[in-house]
Nanobody, 113 residues
């Protein structure tokens, strides 16, 4: 079964850190560019970060540059998003994505004191 399953979300105070994981199955993970998106209440879904098939190149939206790091382990079929210095405006459901068409179920990240 082709699927993406996110984990690692939760409630964290401003300035804290979280590490999201996305377990991929049912396809050759290493053959695809992978992305993290997020969607805050009342807002459109937005691209947060992307990583090439080998992991050699990454891209980030401006608001998370220097705070978030996307990475992947092709041997474990897993995508990661390390989030540091979290801000309340980072509160959203975070989604793992393959190629703009395959989505995980999402994991909630709430940044609040």
């Amino acid at each position: 079964q082709v699927q993406l399953v996110e984990s690692g979300g939760g409630l964290v105070q401003p300035g804290g850190s979280l590490r999201l994981s996305c377990a991929a199955s049912g396809f050759t993970f290493s053959m695809y560019v992978m992305n993290w998106y997020r969607q805050a209440p009342g807002k459109e879904r937005e691209l947060v970060a992307a990583i090439t098939r080998s992991g050699g190149s990454t891209n980030y939206r401006d608001s998370v540059k220097g705070r978030f790091t996307i990475s992947r382990d092709n041997a474990k079929n897993t995508l990661y998003l390390q989030m540091n210095s979290l801000k309340p405006e980072d509160t959203a459901v975070y989604y793992c994505n393959r190629g703009g068409t395959l989505w995980g179920q999402g994991t909630q990240v709430t940044v609040s004191s």
